[in-house]
C-alpha cells in the first residue's frame, strides 16, 4: 500500500513537471500574440496597455485593455477583450474573432451603453514580414448591435446594426471595404439654443431616424484612396452623399504622418513647430487630389424650408423660392467665374422648381497635389473651383 502510494505521487509530481514547461509555453504563446497585437496598433496610430494577459494561444483574454493616441495622456479604458479561434499564419498569427465586453459609463444625468462589439477574421502578420501592406492589422468583418444614450433616462440617441466589411489587398487588386449603420435615432428637443429649438420645431424634426451606408477602396501600391460612398439618409428630409479620390495615401506616408504626429505631440506647450510645420508641407506633397463629390438627395426637406420662412415671413413657399432665385446670381457675381455662376443658377432655379437633387463636383482634368491646393487657398481662392473643375446640377441621375 505504502509502495503504491508512493509510485502514485511520484507519477503526479513527474506529470506536474511535464505538464510545467507546456503551460509556461501556452501562457508564453498567448503573451506573444498580445504584444504583437499592441505593435501592429502602434503601427497604425493606437497605443494598446493591458493589466494582464490569460488563457492560452487558442482562446485568451486581455484584461484591463485601454486604447490611447501617442502623445496623449487620456485612455479609452475598454476593459476585457477575448481572443478565440487562435492558430498561427505565416509566421504571425490569425484570430477567429476577437470581441470586446458590454461598455457602461454613468456619470450625472448622462448614460451611454454599448454592447459588445467584435471583429472577425483578424490577421497579425509575421514581426518579419517587410511587405508594408501585408504588415498592416486586417479582419474581415465588424459588428456592433447597439449603442444607446440616455439623458435623465430619456433616450437621446441610439444606433442599431453597425456592420463592416474588409476585402484585403491581393494579386495586385485594391483593398475594398464596405459600412453600414441600419438605424439611428436622436432626440433634438433638448437642444437649449432658442433660435436653432424654434427652428427644428418649426420644420417637425424634434426627432429624427436614417441610416447610414458607405463604400470604399483603397490601392496600396500608389496610395490611391476612393471613398465611392458617404450617405447619410435621414428619413422624411433627405440624404447628403460625399465621395472623394486621393493619390499618394501609401503605407509609408501614414508611417511618416504617425511618426510626425508623434513628434508633434511629445514637444512641450508653447515649443517652436516650424519645423513640423514645413515637414507637414512635405509629406502634403506626396498626396494628390482626383476628385470629389457632393449630393443632396431631397426628401421633402427642401418643401419644409420653403413653408417654414414663407410662415416666418407671411409669404407663400412659391415666392420665398422666387426670392432666393433672385439672389443668387449676385451672390454668385463674386466669385469672378461667370461659367461656374450660370452654372449655379440654373442649378438652383432647377431645383427649387422641382427638389430632387442637388450636387457639387470636382473633378481636374489631371491630379492636382495638395500643396498646390493649399498654396491656392491662400494666395488666390478665387481661381481654385477653376484649378480643382468644379461644376453644380441639380435633378441629375
Excluded at 48 to 60: K, L, R
Excluded at 266 to 276: L, N
Excluded at 329 to 337: C, H, M, V
Amino acid at each position: 500500500m505504502t509502495i503504491c502510494r508512493s509510485t502514485l505521487v511520484k507519477l503526479a509530481f513527474s506529470t506536474a513537471l511535464l505538464t510545467l514547461p507546456l503551460q509556461t509555453a501556452l501562457a508564453q504563446d498567448a503573451n506573444a500574440v498580445a504584444e504583437r497585437f499592441r505593435t501592429l496598433m502602434t503601427k497604425q496610430g493606437v497605443e494598446v496597455s493591458w493589466t494582464g494577459v490569460s488563457g492560452d494561444a487558442d482562446e485568451m483574454v486581455i484584461e484591463g485593455a485601454a486604447f490611447g493616441v501617442p502623445g496623449e495622456e487620456d485612455r479609452f479604458q475598454v476593459g476585457k477583450l477575448t481572443f478565440e479561434d487562435v492558430s498561427e499564419k505565416d509566421g504571425g498569427y490569425r484570430i477567429g474573432t476577437i470581441s470586446t465586453e458590454p461598455y457602461h459609463f454613468n456619470q450625472d444625468k448622462l448614460a451611454i451603453d454599448v454592447s459588445a462589439m467584435t471583429f472577425n477574421g483578424v490577421l497579425l502578420p509575421a514581426a518579419e514580414d517587410t511587405d508594408p501592406v501585408k504588415s498592416l492589422l486586417m479582419y474581415e468583418t465588424t459588428e456592433l448591435a447597439s449603442v444607446e444614450v440616455k439623458l435623465d433616462d430619456k433616450p437621446l440617441f441610439s444606433l442599431t446594426n453597425l456592420s463592416g466589411e474588409i476585402t484585403p489587398p491581393s494579386d495586385g487588386k485594391p483593398m475594398e471595404f464596405t459600412g453600414a449603420v441600419e438605424k439611428f435615432t436622436a432626440d433634438l428637443t433638448v437642444v437649449e439654443d432658442p433660435a436653432s429649438k424654434a427652428v427644428i420645431e418649426g420644420l417637425g424634426y424634434q426627432t429624427i431616424s436614417g441610416n447610414i451606408e458607405m463604400a470604399g477602396s483603397w490601392q496600396p501600391t500608389d496610395g490611391r484612396m476612393a471613398l465611392t460612398q458617404n450617405d447619410i439618409t435621414i428619413d422624411d428630409a433627405g440624404t447628403l452623399g460625399f465621395s472623394f479620390d486621393i493619390g499618394g495615401y501609401t503605407p509609408s506616408f501614414m508611417q511618416s504622418l504617425q511618426d510626425l504626429q508623434k513628434k508633434m505631440a511629445d514637444q512641450p506647450a508653447g515649443a517652436d513647430d516650424s519645423a513640423q510645420g514645413l515637414a507637414m508641407l512635405g509629406l502634403m506633397q506626396q498626396l494628390t487630389f482626383h476628385g470629389a463629390n457632393i449630393r443632396f438627395d431631397d426628401d421633402s426637406l427642401t418643401g419644409r424650408v420653403l413653408e417654414y420662412f414663407a410662415e416666418q415671413q407671411g409669404m407663400k413657399p412659391e415666392d420665398i423660392a422666387n426670392q432666393a432665385k433672385a439672389i443668387v446670381p449676385f451672390l454668385t457675381a463674386q466669385l469672378n467665374n461667370p461659367e461656374l455662376s450660370g452654372q449655379i443658377t440654373a442649378a438652383l432655379n432647377t431645383f427649387l422648381d422641382d427638389p430632387e437633387s442637388l450636387e457639387i463636383t470636382a473633378a481636374p482634368a489631371s491630379p492636382v497635389p495638395f500643396a498646390l491646393i493649399a498654396a491656392g487657398g491662400m494666395a488666390a481662392p478665387l481661381e481654385l473651383p477653376k484649378t480643382l473643375g468644379v461644376s453644380v446640377t441639380a435633378n441629375a441621375d
